[in-house]
C-alpha cells in the first residue's frame, strides 16, 4: 500500500495512470493508503454491485451525478446527486443503476484493507462467479446471487 502524499490526482485521471474494468464498471483510483482508499466509479446502465458485506470497512459513496437504487441491511434505499450513502462494516448493501444512463459516483472505503489488491486482480474478469470467490480472500463477503439488476425500483 502506497504512503500518502500530498498531491492533487487530476480529473479523468487514476493513480498511476490506472483504472480497472469491474464486470463493465470503471474504477478509477484517486486515493490511497492504509486508512483509506477513494475510487470514481462509472456504472453503466442497468449494471449493479450484488448484495456483500465488508466485515473490517466502512464503505460511502458520493453520487456525482443521476441516481443509483441500493438494499442496505435489506431496506430499499435511493440515493440521487449530491447524496451520501454510509455503509457501515458488517451490514449487507447493493447498488443498481436503473436510471437508464450511466451514473458517476465517488466511493471510499476506511480502513483500504485489501480492496485495492482486490480491484488488481479482478480487473478484466469476466465471469462473475469468479468474481466472487476472489473477493472472499479479500474480505469481500458476496450473498446468494441477483437475478436481475432491477430489485429496487426508484
Not at 475510487?39 to 458520493?62: L, M, R
Not at 438494499?71 to 443503476?97: Q, S, T, W, Y
Not at 436510471?99 to 458517476?104: E, N, T, Y
Not at 488488481?120 to 472472499?136: F, K, L, S, T, Y
Amino acid at each position: 500500500m502506497r504512503t500518502e502524499s500530498a498531491d492533487i490526482t487530476r480529473n479523468h485521471t487514476g493513480l498511476d495512470g490506472v483504472s480497472w474494468n469491474i464486470l463493465g464498471q470503471v474504477y478509477v483510483p484517486k486515493q490511497a493508503s492504509e486508512d483509506s482508499f477513494a475510487w470514481h466509479a462509472t456504472f453503466p446502465e442497468e449494471t449493479f454491485v450484488p448484495p456483500h458485506t465488508h466485515p473490517h470497512q466502512d464503505e460511502y459513496i458520493y453520487v456525482l451525478d443521476g441516481h443509483i437504487d441500493l438494499l442496505i441491511a435489506g431496506e430499499k434505499r435511493n440515493a440521487r446527486a449530491g447524496d451520501l450513502v454510509r455503509m457501515p462494516r458488517g451490514i449487507e448493501h447493493a447498488f443498481f443503476n436503473n436510471s437508464g444512463r450511466a451514473v458517476h459516483a465517488l466511493f471510499w472505503a476506511a480502513p483500504a484493507g485489501k480492496l485495492v489488491e482486490l480491484y488488481q486482480r479482478i480487473h478484466n474478469v469476466a465471469n462473475p462467479a469468479e468474481v466472487v470467490a476472489i473477493a472472499r480472500e479479500y474480505d469481500v463477503l458476496f450473498g446468494p446471487p441477483v437475478s436481475s439488476a432491477r430489485p429496487v425500483q426508484p
